[in-house]
């Protein structure tokens, strides 16, 4: 296989871009991240692997906005998000200049999905190794979206989707939990979902919420830790019901 | 005939300009807005060229907006006007924007400002200023009454002082002003001061 995985744009035999799967190993490398779509907010959360001691942890913030009204969090190569970011952040104000109107959730994706798909049909260049969640609301509707793109340029919407690290079993509990919710329910999904693989407090997750109001609003740590402490609340309430109440038989 | 003038205040900037849409001697509306929002802070009070207007004020406005969403931080007043005058002298010398523009802003450092800029770039950090033929009757009005650190009634009463002279003293006077002010609550319209309402369709 040595030969099909140089340059991306040689197909290998039996149909494989070699790069762009490498691309989506170093995804799986990165930090898990979750979006859970809700009827009136849409939650993104990322893993926030231990910052170092001497680090500001505040100019690290992995969940951003590209407009008013849209966000984005994404695992892989960081470096890469930084180039997508700014390429998208410039396209939602391009799009407002010429049409007078913002974007839409599934223009912008649509975007940043074409960017990526471009740097696996050109020469001498590497695919974007990061997928995206892209969260928001379309302008002149209430109805909230959650989209996520891939290294290949490949996108579609979610009701709610995991990225990076451990995404499997992080999408295996979406698939077995997940319900229509809003507010403070789909944060608590959200970081119900992100605590099955990272380690539990508000240090090593990073949570916000975007809403038709409000806009994106970043988690304190105290606030994520107070969720995080009813969740383990219910957890305990829960373990304690089944072992409790003697049997009824 | 169009007249845009401001002046700075004690914690507040004040912007006007005239709201009529004319092309050549007819006037196509009269309450049109040419004090646009830069951020929630600043405004941008812009005469000349009507399609040159609105695309370059259009343009500094989504360029603004996009530094605060690289940057997490809005730009400066100052920061804006020297981009604004960077724009208009890289323009310059190749298709020029017929645009002048007096840029009002309030920073939580140095409180209120005023800057003129006109359509060679030429750029002026001001108390008061003014476009048009109507800165003949409003500098000299505000030369008269301005002192620095008015209050927001003060101001105001210049204004309108200002906005009598223009409106008896041009020849083609506009009927209709605008009158908009920047202070540390953010960017908002303070008073419209019209002498005409464009009229309604007739009911049917």
């Not at chain 1, 090593?204 to 809403?211: H, K, S």
Request: aromatic share 8%; glycine share 8%; charged share 25%.
């Amino acid at each position: 296989m040595a030969r099909y995985d140089r340059a991306i744009t040689v197909f290998s035999p039996d149909g494989h871009l070699f790069q762009v799967e490498y691309a989506l190993e170093a995804v799986r490398k990165g930090n898990a991240a979750v979006g859970v779509r809700g009827t009136d907010v849409v939650v993104l959360g990322v893993e926030k692997k231990s910052t170092a001691k001497l680090q500001d942890s505040r100019s690290l913030r992995k969940i951003v906005s590209l407009d008013d009204h849209i966000a984005l969090a994404c695992a892989g190569l960081k470096a890469d998000a930084r180039v997508l970011i700014n390429r998208a952040r410039i396209e939602c104000q391009s799009h407002r200049l010429t049409v007078e109107d913002p974007v839409t959730v599934e223009y912008i994706t649509r975007y940043i999905a074409g960017l990526q798909q471009k740097y696996t049909q050109s020469g001498g260049v590497r695919p974007f190794g990061l997928s995206t969640l892209i969260v928001g609301f379309d302008p002149y509707t209430s109805v909230p979206s959650l989209y996520q793109t891939d290294p290949s340029g490949t996108f579609s919407a979610w009701k709610a989707n995991a990225t990076g690290r451990n995404s499997n079993s992080m999408r295996e509990f979406l698939e077995k939990n997940y319900k229509e919710t809003s507010g403070q329910e789909t944060v608590k999904l959200a970081i119900r979902a992100l605590l099955e693989v990272v380690e539990s407090g508000g240090k090593n997750i990073e949570i916000a919420t975007m809403t038709k109001e409000h806009g994106l609003h970043q988690l304190e740590e105290a606030e994520i830790d107070a969720i995080v402490a009813e969740i383990e609340a219910e957890k305990a309430a829960a373990e304690a019901a089944k072992k409790g109440p003697p049997k009824e038989t | 005939m169009e007249c845009v003038f401001g002046l700075v205040g004690n914690g507040f900037t004040i912007v006007v300009a005239d709201t009529s849409a004319v092309h050549s001697i007819l006037v196509h509306k009269s309450n049109e807005d040419k004090i646009m929002k830069l951020d929630s802070h600043k405004f941008i009070a812009a005469s000349g060229e009507p399609g040159d207007r609105v695309q370059f004020t259009e343009y500094i406005q989504k360029n603004v907006a996009l530094y605060q969403f690289r940057n997490g931080i809005p730009l400066t007043t100052a920061a804006a006007a020297n981009f604004m005058r960077g724009e208009l002298a890289t323009a310059l010398r190749k298709n020029p924007y017929s645009v002048n523009v007096l840029l009002a802003g309030y920073d939580k450092e140095t409180g209120p400002s005023l800057y003129y800029i006109d359509y060679i770039a030429t750029l002026h950090k001001v108390d008061k200023g003014a476009f048009g033929y109507g800165a003949y009757f409003s500098l000299s009005m505000m030369d008269r009454h301005y002192h620095s650190g008015m209050s927001v009634d003060e101001a105001i009463d210049l204004v309108d002082k200002c906005i009598v002279e223009i409106k008896s003293r041009l020849v083609v006077a506009p009927p209709n002003f605008v009158i908009k002010i920047v202070d540390k609550d953010g960017a908002r319209e303070y008073a419209w001061r019209e002498s005409v309402k464009d009229a309604h369709a007739p009911p049917s």
